[in-house]
């Protein structure tokens, strides 16, 4: 029957499993950037006081139930409920709460600080479209991926088109709603180079859950780099395959939907796909990005983001896919 005890007391660790899910490119507790720093600061300080005051409780009422006639009297006096019922809490309380509106007000700080162009995000139903306003104020529409210069607070303005989004970057800073009608400012500043993710943390409808983005924080001259870059046209196809692409791009209407800078293609329906191929994902984070990934999505969208906007193109033969992604892959 040795058997039977080992489970439960496995079956009790089980929650600790989860915690395993704090960890990585989407974790709060690993802050990358300035303002994650003070919430993770002010979380521990909030966990560690949580966790000193229930051991306080817990030695209480170990003396109150276990202890001496001589400890239970004293616990039970009245000065004694009113120091730690009334006068602890008030004093740890007020502690904290002047602490955690000390850490709101550093954020609004940080973003009337923030100098320099500023970068624009839309939520869409389900996915980001990123607006970067460049040194010389022009703007580059871009989407599905966050760049940011590390070290330069940029305040961000979160918009939508449709219903109410969230933005969250849990390793960036806190998070802030898209509210329709509204512009919303929350201003990062990442501390580190490398990749993170960011998620709506709105329900905004059926493929809510795959609305994610990476959010990739550059030394501050790759990031100018990048930007120039970004702010070109598109890259004219470099083989024979994707400048067949590039057609049957056309005759099948794509550009209704979706920009390609430089070609005919002009929608705002779907994201733009100007440089969609140095992009590290599809799809608002679903797909990890490469040739195969643009056939599957182009033939089977709906299947791999089910309810998405985009009607699935799954009459185009093989040949004709390979050529569409032959040519999305070179747009870098
Ligand atoms: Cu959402």
Redesign the pocket.
Known sequence: MKQGTRIPALAKLLPFGTLAGCAGMQSALQPTGAEASDIGTLFWTVTGISVLTFLLVLAFMAGALKGSPGLRRRISDQRTIVACGIVLPVFVLSGLLTYGLLVMEAGSTRTASAEGPGITIVGKR?WWRVVYETPDGREVVSANELRLPVGRPVAIRLETEDVI??FWAPQLGGKLDMIPGRTNVLTVEATEAGISRAQ?A???GGA?AM?AMFVVALPPDEYDAWLAAEAQPAASPVSALAAKGEAIFAEYGCGACHTVRGSAAAGIVGPDLTHVGARHSLAAATLANDRDAFVRWIAQNQHIKPGNLMPPFDMLTPEELAALGAYLDGLE
Do not use: G, I, N
């Open positions: 389900w989004h969230s709506c709105e329900y905004c809510h609305m």
